[in-house]
Nanobody, 123 residues
Framework: VQLQASGGGLVQAGGSLRLSCAASGRTFSRYAMGWFRQAPGKEREFVAAISWSGGSTYYEDSVKGRFTISRDNAKNTVYLQMNSLNAEDTAVYYC?????????????????WGKGTLVTVSS
């Protein structure tokens, strides 16, 4: 499966962005999906994940209550709605797909990475 993320950009602190990740192929609904991010000088870290059905979601503690992951299997797309953004959210965001478990919670569970989309939050 090929993944293409979009929706990044420059936003002021307190603002919102919605990232999208479009997947190719007819087996998208089989994949658990996730979002990771990598800030300058830091390692790539888990942000959010969603099960293949969309019935289960998981979040890194610092984004709970601010970010929402969702998916539309009919459109082969996963979304990340980001609200109340702050400077610490500045990073390149990557979508990921995996078949190794119910959710993509770590690098070890990722089978495919998309190219990243840059989110910059100005304070």
């Amino acid at each position: 499966v090929q993944l293409q993320a979009s929706g990044g950009g420059l936003v002021q602190a307190g603002g919102s962005l919605r990232l999208s990740c479009a997947a190719s192929g007819r087996t998208f609904s089989r994949y658990a999906m996730g979002w990771f991010r990598q800030a300058p000088g830091k390692e790539r870290e888990f942000v959010a994940a969603i099960s293949w059905s969309g019935g289960s979601t998981y979040y890194e503690d610092s984004v709970k209550g601010r970010f929402t992951i969702s998916r539309d299997n009919a459109k082969n797309t996963v979304y990340l709605q980001m609200n109340s953004l702050n400077a610490e959210d500045t990073a390149v965001y990557y979508c990921a797909a995996g078949l190794r478990g119910a959710a993509v919670l770590s690098h070890a569970m990722v089978d495919y990475w998309g190219k990243g989309t840059l989110v910059t939050v100005s304070s």
